[in-house]
């Protein structure tokens, strides 16, 4: 995710970067559920370089994004949700 992440933008570990595009923390108990921090729009291009790189995790983890934008949540197996639409 990070990979992902940094390719589309500048990613902070652990929010240490407060005007990184994305943040996020790995020192959160394990779960299927990984949040992300975003200062800026969640975008296709986002979402598509996501989906290529963490392909490998399998179908039953999510990405949920807070953000400008409110809350989205991006699912391992393609389907994207925004609070709200």
Known sequence: M???????GSFSEGGLDGDADFSSSRYVDPGHVVTV????????????KLLTECAAVGPDYAIQFDGIEGVAVLFTSGEFLREGR
């Open 2 to 8: 990070k990979a992902a992440l940094s390719g589309v």
């Open 37 to 48: 921090v975003s200062s800026v729009p969640v975008t296709e291009v986002v979402l598509k």
